[in-house]
């Protein structure tokens, strides 16, 4: 078939503007949380001249590769806060943006597998509760309710000792969401510019001024880094260091079965996160890769360890097989949470660091973001994740929740 | 998975060793002299570059020695295998 009989392209979800000079902001990152930030910036800020500035295609890096498991029950306040302001947008975002996400609340279960992971499970539980963070504690055989596929027996080499459960956590469908907020901001005027790689960062006096890109300089008002585990390699270009380690994180899917698996079960102590998707592939995430790479892919001996974890889990998945593995690039902090704030720029903001779990505060980052982006200081839900914490000493240790081994 | 070459067993698969960041980290002569940045630059930033980066690995499963690598964390490719104390490459 020839191209001249090929029907009309249907109608894209944006348009794909050229770059203009400049912009009042420029977002460099077109992932989840630099579109959301767009989105937040237009309509709770009036801030529509805005580019966002993606050097492949849009939500194509960690937005398309991770695990859409969507949770707020960390531990320490700040956490619950921006992670609990995020799941509520979660709870309202298919309405506010006119666009289906499949949003589910399926729930999820954080095992434990020791008696130190169950002091420091009851004690996450206790202090979700005191947050307003829907938060049970379940016995061995409240999870075998919860998620009957579990193994629960105590004749294994981690048995089930019980688990966390937040019923209100859940997934979505990761792609809809990029497209939900990429319409809803360009809608309100946001140009998103694809193929467009910066390769430079001007900074006159202290203050940013503009991008260099591969599709020419563009000046700026203000710059707002989104690039998650390039972030170091940006932050560098207007003389920025991080405090951030960039390593491959890899998941996989299964081929398309049915239901088996109500909810989402993660497992701190063997390596192991799984969902079942929409359409029924099982999909399982696994730790980092332990070395420093921002090559999108990781070592199969990461894999095998993941599968063994899985089938010790669930041994219902022995005859699955996989269809599928991939990675992306994660930019982990030293206290497993995340930077968003000012930066030693005037007018060059800074969100890193959400190392394996971004996802989940697309919504909630990209509204906090934007208030500092629009106000020049932090909103008051992102205020604790400064720069200045590790240096002031005020970290927010985050690793037992995170639940992604690193 | 990567081949490490240790420098002392020879080219082995990446399942035997253990990682240990960036090389060449030295402990502050007198950290009680150090302002608070210093202190959170030592103990919290490290380099990150796209490209060679100079990083430790230890040989757990054979001789159980540190050593040095010079690895590009573009490609993964390994560009140079040395010895602690031993001079690595330039600007590594």
């Keep these: 078939m020839s191209t001249d009989e090929l029907p009309e392209h249907p109608d894209w979800l944006w348009s794909s503007p050229e770059p203009k000079r400049s912009y009042d902001v420029v977002i460099v990152g077109g992932g989840g949380h630099g579109l959301a930030t767009a989105y937040y910036l237009a309509k709770n800020h009036g801030i529509t001249n805005i580019a966002v500035l993606e050097k492949g295609w849009l939500a194509g890096g960690n937005m398309a590769r991770n695990t859409t498991i969507i949770r707020s029950n960390y531990l320490w306040d700040e956490s619950a806060g921006i992670y609990e302001h995020s799941l509520k947008l979660w709870e309202g975002l298919e309405e506010d943006l006119g666009y289906p996400i499949l949003f589910s609340q399926r729930g999820v279960l954080n095992l434990a597998h020791s008696m130190q992971d169950v002091r420091e499970s009851v004690r996450r539980v206790n202090a979700n509760r005191l947050n307003g963070v829907d938060a049970e504690w379940l016995g061995p055989e409240e999870v075998k309710e919860v998620c009957p596929i579990v193994n629960v027996s105590p004749d294994v080499r981690y048995p089930v000792l019980g688990a966390t459960y937040q019923p209100r956590a859940g997934i979505a469908k990761h792609d809809y969401v990029a497209w939900g907020f990429a319409r809803a901001a360009a809608a309100m005027g946001v140009d998103l510019i694809e193929h467009c790689e910066v390769t430079g960062i001007d900074v006159v006096d202290g203050r940013v001024r503009a991008v260099q890109t591969t599709r020419g300089r563009i000046a700026a008002g203000k710059v707002a880094l989104c690039a998650a585990g390039h972030s170091s390699v940006v932050g560098r270009m207007a003389g920025v260091e991080l405090p951030v380690q960039s390593h491959p994180l890899q998941a996989l899917v299964s081929e398309l079965l049915e239901p088996v698996h109500p909810t989402v079960v993660m497992s701190n102590a063997v390596h192991v996160y799984v969902s079942q998707a929409h359409k029924g592939e099982l999909v399982m995430g696994a730790g980092i890769d332990a070395y420093n790479s921002y090559r999108q892919r990781g070592a199969f001996h990461i894999i095998e360890q993941q599968m063994a974890a899985a089938l010790e889990l669930f041994p219902i998945f022995a005859r699955a097989h996989v269809l599928r593995t991939w990675g992306g690039v994660v930019d982990v902090s030293p206290d497993a949470s995340p930077v968003v704030g000012l930066t030693p720029v005037d007018d060059l903001y800074v969100n890193c660091g959400w190392g394996t779990g971004g996802f989940k505060a697309t919504p909630g980052v990209g509204w906090c973001y934007a208030h500092t982006i629009a106000h020049g200081e932090p909103h008051p839900l992102n205020a604790a994740f400064s720069l200045e914490r590790f240096t002031t000493g005020a970290l927010v240790d985050e690793h037992g929740a995170a639940a992604v081994a690193h | ?92």
Excluded at chain 2, 27 to 40: C, F, G, H, R, V
Excluded at chain 2, 45 to 60: I, L, Q, T, Y
């Design chain 2, 1 to 92: 998975m990567l081949l490490i070459p240790c420098p002392w067993c020879g080219p082995r698969d990446e399942a035997e060793f253990h990682y240990g960041g960036q090389a060449h980290v030295v402990y502050p002569d007198n950290p009680a002299a150090l302002s608070d940045t210093e202190w959170a630059r030592y103990l919290f930033f490290r380099d990150n570059p796209k490209g060679p980066f100079a990083e430790r690995w230890s040989h757990v499963a054979g001789c159980r020695r540190w050593f040095n690598v010079v690895r590009d964390t573009a490609t993964n490719e390994i560009h140079a295998v040395y010895r602690v104390g031993e001079t690595g490459p330039v600007n590594a």
